[in-house]
């Protein structure tokens, strides 16, 4: 209970700038209608409590049989194995992401069901489970990383030319949302258990980060290739009222439980059929620390059922409203201004982000300071946001002009960066895409986008998680540049 309490008070902290700058905002601003704004406090409070006991489940849950996993690839030393296997927990473990779930289920709404949710789900998961395996093959067969990357993104912008606008930024984003709460704690526990089986140590520490986003870049390829057989020229995005839920206060939330409920029990009982089976085919754990796994998954279920409902009851509406609202200024440096901060505010909230940065502080014994890693985070994030919401005022601008030179300069960093930066930063451009960012800012752009009349919500408020997805990849890399220097500058 007492390390459910403190997941809760971090939580709280964390989401509480969201909670407190929209009500800023909604006295300077906005102004919303009382009910509308009671639902959000009530919703962020649902959002706190879901994130404080799925994060619980997952530490008592999902890290233990994440790192029993990554033990089992090493002994195994059969590579059919590992592809087999990775394969499968990369696919069930972002079926069960909420930010995913999250996107998927806006993706479906501002496209009227043209590409249902699952869709969505299915092919992004596909995408995610073949280069989570490939990852995992990567860190076995000790493949130089930055190639990797090379690769994967140089695959990836031949596709790009082959597009739609519109399922590109959706690709990009789904790369994002594949990153959060859920799937980072595994995948992170995964590449941690098979890194350490390395007798180098120097490789060991390097290698225990970059698959988070190796696994991430399989999202585009499945939503890419979706396009090949899917079209959506001509599609024009719509948003659905920004106003209360129609009914009593509580109605929106009694209304998302029943289908939070099923979508939880679908994303987790596959994983949860994997730890049984594995238990007693490869694991054979004690019957207690076997039973703890098992009741990190009921927690995790139970916490993502809580999360949901708080996103779509109380979350949704109000990020509308104010991107809406503040976009119907007629001066567009209130909205660029807004999304600066929020976007240095957000990455606080993220719970994926503390899991990352801590372990990337115990991993080298101190020498990057989890600190540093978060306000370098929060610099390139805030950047993200006030940069999409220019793309979205002025016209001109795309989501290739910000993402092909940013993803270039990413690329050649690679180069030139001690190896454990290339992966931290990719895992940060991950961890940074979370919940808060696929709910509310995510809703905050498709509100800004509605206001503008030349704006399509379909092409132009999809893209922001993809920005927020690359930002750290410039900027944690940067960093490595400085720790370079200043190594060589101390004779290190």
């Known amino acids: 209970m007492n390390v459910l309490l403190d997941k809760l008070k971090e939580v709280l902290s964390a989401v509480s700038p969201i909670v407190a700058i929209v009500l800023i905002l909604n006295f300077a601003l906005v102004h919303m209608p009382g009910e509308l704004l009671f639902q959000f406090v009530v919703g962020a409070l649902f959002i706190a409590l879901g994130l404080a006991v799925l994060l619980f489940g997952i530490e008592i849950g999902?890290?233990?049989?994440?790192?029993?996993?990554?033990?089992s690839f090493i002994k195994s030393n059969k590579l059919w194995y590992v592809v087999v296997i990775g394969f499968l927990l990369g696919f069930f473990?972002?079926?069960?992401?909420?930010?995913?779930?999250?996107?998927?289920?806006q993706v479906a709404s501002v496209m009227?069901?043209?590409?249902?949710?699952?869709?969505?789900?299915?092919?992004?998961?596909?995408?995610?489970?073949?280069?989570?395996?490939?990852?995992?093959?990567?860190?076995?067969?000790?493949?130089?990383?930055?190639?990797?990357?090379?690769?994967?993104?140089?695959?990836?912008?031949?596709l790009a030319v082959l597009s739609s606008s519109d399922m590109l930024a959706i690709g990009f984003d789904a790369s994002g949302a594949t990153t959060g709460a859920l799937t980072v704690p595994l995948v992170l526990?995964?590449?941690?258990?098979?890194?350490?089986?390395?007798?180098?140590?120097?490789?060991s520490e390097e290698d225990s980060f970059g698959l988070v986003g190796i696994m991430s870049t399989g999202a585009i390829f499945g939503v890419?290739?979706?396009?090949?057989?899917?079209?959506?020229?001509?599609?024009?995005?719509?948003?659905?009222?920004?106003?209360?839920?129609?009914?009593?206060?509580?109605?929106?939330?009694?209304?998302?439980?029943?289908?939070?409920?099923?979508?939880?029990?679908?994303?987790?009982?596959?994983?949860?059929?994997?730890?049984?089976?594995?238990?007693?085919?490869?694991?054979?754990?004690?019957?207690?620390?076997?039973?703890?796994?098992?009741?990190?998954?009921?927690?995790?279920?139970?916490?993502?059922?809580?999360?949901?409902?708080?996103?779509?009851?109380?979350?949704?509406n109000v990020g509308n409203l104010i991107g809406h609202t503040l976009a119907s200024y007629d001066n567009k440096a209130i909205l660029v201004g807004t999304g600066f901060l929020l976007g240095m505010l957000v990455i606080l909230t993220e719970p994926a982000v503390y899991v990352l940065?801590?372990?990337?502080?115990?991993?080298?014994?101190?020498?990057?300071?989890?600190?540093?890693?978060?306000?370098?985070?929060?610099?390139?994030?805030?950047?993200?946001?006030?940069?999409?919401?220019?793309r979205i005022a002025v016209p001109q601008i795309e989501l290739w002009h910000y993402i092909l030179p940013g993803f270039f300069i990413s690329l050649i960093l690679t180069f030139f960066v001690p190896k454990i930066f290339v992966g931290i930063a990719f895992d940060s451009g991950g961890v940074a895409s979370g919940p808060m960012t696929a709910t509310?800012?995510?809703a905050f752009a498709q509100g800004?986008?509605?206001?503008?009349?030349?704006?399509?919500?379909?092409?132009?408020?999809?893209?922001?998680?993809?920005?927020?997805?690359?930002?750290?990849?410039?900027?944690?890399?940067?960093l490595g540049l400085i720790y370079k220097l200043k190594s060589r500058k101390n004779g290190v």
């Open 357 to 390: 940065t801590q372990q990337i502080e115990s991993v080298t014994s101190g020498y990057i300071k989890r600190s540093t890693v978060l306000v370098t985070l929060s610099v390139g994030v805030a950047f993200a946001v006030g940069l999409s919401m220019l």
């Open 112 to 158: 009227g069901g043209y590409i249902p949710m699952f869709g969505i789900l299915i092919v992004v998961s596909v995408g995610a489970g073949i280069m989570l395996a490939l990852g995992i093959t990567r860190i076995v067969k000790k493949f130089p990383l930055n190639m990797v990357f090379v690769i994967a993104y140089g695959a990836i912008a031949a």
């Open 62 to 71: 999902i890290l233990p049989f994440g790192t029993h996993m990554g033990n």
């Open 440 to 442: 509310f800012v995510l």
């Open 189 to 203: 526990a995964l590449s941690a258990g098979v890194a350490s089986m390395e007798k180098d140590s120097k490789s």
């Open 93 to 105: 473990v972002n079926i069960a992401e909420p930010d995913l779930q999250v996107l998927a289920s």
């Open 448 to 478: 800004a986008s509605d206001a503008i009349e030349h704006s399509n919500i379909l092409t132009d408020s999809f893209g922001v998680i993809a920005m927020v997805a690359m930002t750290p990849l410039i900027a944690l890399q940067v």
């Open 224 to 316: 890419l290739a979706l396009n090949f057989f899917v079209k959506t020229d001509g599609i024009t995005g719509v948003l659905e009222g920004h106003g209360p839920a129609a009914g009593s206060f509580l109605e929106p939330f009694l209304a998302s439980a029943p289908k939070a409920a099923l979508e939880a029990f679908i994303s987790l009982f596959p994983m949860v059929l994997i730890l049984i089976v594995f238990q007693k085919i490869k694991f054979k754990v004690h019957p207690k620390a076997f039973f703890r796994m098992l009741l990190g998954f009921l927690y995790t279920f139970l916490g993502l059922i809580i999360f949901l409902v708080g996103v779509n009851a109380g979350f949704m």
